[in-house]
């Protein structure tokens, strides 16, 4: 049973992979999060200031999201929030990434986090399909990108 356990455990890993993923090394550590199918994410540059990436819809829907994200720790076999150290207001737009799109993001996070020391991290942004090609209103999707400091 315990050679059998391992093998199980792994299988389950790679079938919650979606094509997208495997340009980057995103572990699905986190059940919370439902990472997006069909967007490729590459060029990634973390610093402990912020990150440049570049996504690429390769999906079969427009997908739309705000400036609001996240960045979790990954400590002691778990993934928790890094603390804000700033009161913040973010934004309320709604942007778009259309269908075959490829644009270039630089994100800043010294505001909210101040400059991340090394260690283990993961950026999250929530993301959602078009209403057309949503297949639950409730379900929200999310960017993830595991990345080194």
Known sequence: MKKILPL???????????PAQDDTEVEQTTPQYQPVSGLVVSNVVATPAGMTFT????????????????????????WGDVPIVASVLWPDLLLLLEIGETKEYAEDWTHFFGELPPGRYM??????????????PAQTQHLMIEFEL
């Open 8 to 18: 199980v455990l792994a299988l389950v890993m790679l079938a919650g992979r979606s």
């Open 55 to 78: 996504l690429e819809n390769r999906s079969h829907a427009n997908l739309y999201y705000g400036f609001l994200f996240n960045v979790v720790r990954y400590e002691g076999g778990r």
């Open 123 to 136: 950026f999250i942004r929530e993301m959602r399909w078009d209403e057309m090609h949503r297949p639950d």
